[in-house]
């Protein structure tokens, strides 16, 4: 049985505590396909992971990582193969699931798709899970009719947490699609940052969380994220 390293997690005195550890591939998790991770994201949800917080793990030892990029080892199920390149992203996977921050990974089939082709291991996690999350977004928004034309004024679209993993993405994506891009945050200093990315205005989240005045206000966006 082949060994690979991976960030463990323990809970040791009611605290979470992590060792990069030598493992054998017979730790891992029930699942239909093994992965050899080249690439995993570190994301809020990871670093509430590595802290302990939200009680989010149930059970320790724990590998965290809720995505990664890689190639099939070996395969169970016949809609993969050894060799072939994969990405996961969500299932609840470093969660309940042992996850990326690890040389393999091991999980359903269902939970994995096909990496495309054109597009590295490393690439794909450069996008990532926040990537993932912000192209949904502005997909789910387009469905709903929202167009870079349609706006009801200068500020098309609005994005909270701008400075965040998926508003950064968020920004970048409606400002090449078009949109003009109102930008939330509660940090100034990321201005340059944010204008860089494709926002038209920086809104302070202090503003947009002023109690209204009126019942019934004018509208300001076409839509937000």
Known sequence: MSE????????????????????????????????????????????????????????YPHVPGIDFAGSVLNSDAPGFKPGDPVILT???????HWGGYAERARVPAANLVRRPDGLSAKQAMAIGTAGFTAML??????????APEAGPGPNDVLV????????????????ALGYRVAASTGRPELRDYLTGL?????IDRAALAAKPTRPLDRERWAGAI
Do not use: C
């Open 4 to 59: 690979f390293r991976a960030l463990v997690l323990h809970e040791e005195g009611g605290k979470v505590v992590p060792r990069l550890e030598t493992l054998d591939e017979n730790r891992l998790p029930a699942g239909e396909v093994t992965v050899a991770v080249e690439y995993s994201t570190l994301n809020y949800k990871d670093g509430m992971i590595l802290e302990g917080q939200g009680r989010l793990v149930r059970a």
């Open 90 to 96: 969500g299932w609840r996977v470093g969660e309940l």
């Open 137 to 146: 977004a502005v997909i789910a928004l387009e469905r709903h009719g929202l």
């Open 160 to 175: 909270t947490g701008a400075a965040g993993g998926v508003g950064s993405i968020a920004v970048s994506l409606l400002s």
């Open 198 to 202: 494709g926002a038209a205005e920086l």
